[in-house]
């Protein structure tokens, strides 16, 4: 269990979570009062146990959480289809885990979605056989988050928190996803909906509603964020951008020699393919770049400082790293309204600039937009100091691990159960800000 002294604040909002040291007391040095030395107790770092598939390993995992050296990561990652993981785990390494985690080895659990199941509930029983066969003996390592719901079954799921980081483009939970919900103190999602449960509607279909509805409580929204090496130092102010409108990106996804596509006319993204051809006719009115490709990195870096609007629709999700590739240059992300929440999203007219799908509304959006280039300049500033403060990745990841340390607290304190201890802070003084600091004293 950790016991940390927090300096900041609680809000039960993560919305209004702030993150810069708040003084609980003020002390004025008097007249020839001596000079005190204090020497504050060396802080202690997090044990983080993270279970992970290959999908998303070195991009989102390594970038959000396994490069902040604030923690202390153990990983299991099971092998990938072409080579081995030297983070994948035997049955002894994973009884061993189990035993540290009862001994209280571990302050938090991670877990991203399960990516190899042994056990398909949409397959017929013949393949569920055959496959559960594969997974458990030849193929056992590639299982990696299957095991979550193991590690922390009985007595152990009220003991340690566990944090689902479902970063998948769908908004549903998938059923194969449904133990890890469960077991999960926070489940975290990317393009949650507005309405959390409908999330879950999958399930509701597939376990019943009386069984799933509860722990839609659970749910909260994530992001892709943007890593720190893809925010330019300086970016250029507006009146240097020559570019009004940018778009790249492919419409048909890329397939490799001899693949053969057996349904053509459904793999393309209809929404950006309308939104490629509506920008093309703009170019009589104003200066565009509109490409149906991808460009290297440094013709992409240097569109972004170029371009004052980058066309940012949705794809599988309706967030996608374009969104934060363009705020943090300083050019301002041209969006789609969403049909889904994310962590900390970019408000209309200060972060971003929203338009309908409906009628002509992208073009007058656009026409509204550029008439009024000191509207776009604050726009871009803001754009990247909301970006650089919320978006940045290890920011993302200090998220998830605070909010499930916090909600594995409240839980804990409504239950009954003492979680901190009067010699970390104490509350006699004031009860209410006692009551507050219990909950932060598991966060750092």
């Not at 199941?117 to 029983?125: F, I, T, V, Y």
């Not at 048909?252 to 459904?266: A, S, T």
């Not at 770049?289 to 972004?304: A, Q, W």
Request: glycine residues 4%; contains cysteine.
């Amino acid at each position: 269990m950790v016991k940390v002294l927090v300096t900041g604040s609680y809000f039960p909002l993560v919305s209004s979570f702030v993150h810069e040291p708040v003084a609980l007391f003020t002390t004025q040095k008097m007249p020839h009062e001596p000079t005190m030395t204090t020497t504050a107790a060396p802080e202690k770092r997090l044990r983080i146990l993270v279970l992970w598939g290959a999908a998303h390993f070195e991009y989102y995992f390594t970038k959000v959480f396994l490069e902040n050296n604030r923690y202390d990561f153990e990983v299991v990652s099971g092998d990938r289809s072409k080579r081995k993981s030297p983070d994948a785990a035997s049955l002894g390494r994973l009884w061993n885990l189990r035993r540290r985690l009862m001994r209280g080895e571990f302050d938090l659990v991670i877990s991203g979605p399960i990516q190899n199941s042994p056990w398909p509930r949409n397959k017929r029983l013949a393949t569920r056989l055959a496959q559960a066969f594969r997974y458990f003996t030849y193929k056992r390592r590639m299982l990696d988050t299957f095991w979550t719901y193991w590690l922390l079954a009985g007595k152990l799921r009220k003991q340690v928190p566990l944090a689902v980081v479902d970063f998948l483009d769908t908004s549903f939970v998938l059923p194969r996803d449904y133990p890890l919900l469960k077991a999960s103190t926070l489940y975290f999602k990317l393009n949650l909906y507005f309405w959390p449960r409908r999330s879950l509607m999958p399930l509701e279909n597939f376990f019943g509603s009386r069984r799933v509805t509860p722990y839609a409580t659970k749910l909260r929204p994530l992001t892709n964020g943007v890593h720190r090496h893809s925010i330019p130092e300086k970016v250029r102010p507006m009146r240097e951008r020559d570019i009004d409108i940018c778009f790249t990106g492919t419409i048909i996804p890329n397939r490799g020699e001899g693949d053969i596509d057996p349904f053509p006319d459904l793999t393309y993204n209809p929404i950006r393919r309308e939104l490629y051809e509506r920008t093309l006719k703009l170019e009589s009115r104003y200066k565009i770049f509109c490409i149906n490709g991808i460009v290297s990195k440094e013709e992409y870096r240097e569109l972004l400082q170029r371009s004052k609007l980058m066309v940012c629709s949705e794809s599988f999700g309706c967030e996608t790293f374009r969104h934060y590739d363009a705020s943090a240059a300083g050019a301002i992300p041209l969006v789609n309204w969403p049909y889904a929440q994310n962590y900390m999203p970019l408000q209309l007219d200060v972060h971003a600039i929203y338009f309908s799908l409906i009628g002509d509304d992208f073009e007058r959006v656009v026409a509204r937009a550029l008439s009024d280039p000191a509207k776009l300049e604050e726009i871009s500033q803001n754009a990247r100091a909301f970006t650089i403060r919320y978006k940045e990745h290890q920011h993302v990841g200090d998220y998830m691990i605070q909010e499930t340390l916090r909600e594995h607290a409240r839980l804990k304190m409504s239950a009954g159960a003492s979680i901190v201890p009067t010699t970390i802070l104490s509350s006699t003084a004031n009860p209410e800000r006692g009551a507050k600091n219990e909950v932060s004293a598991l966060c750092d």
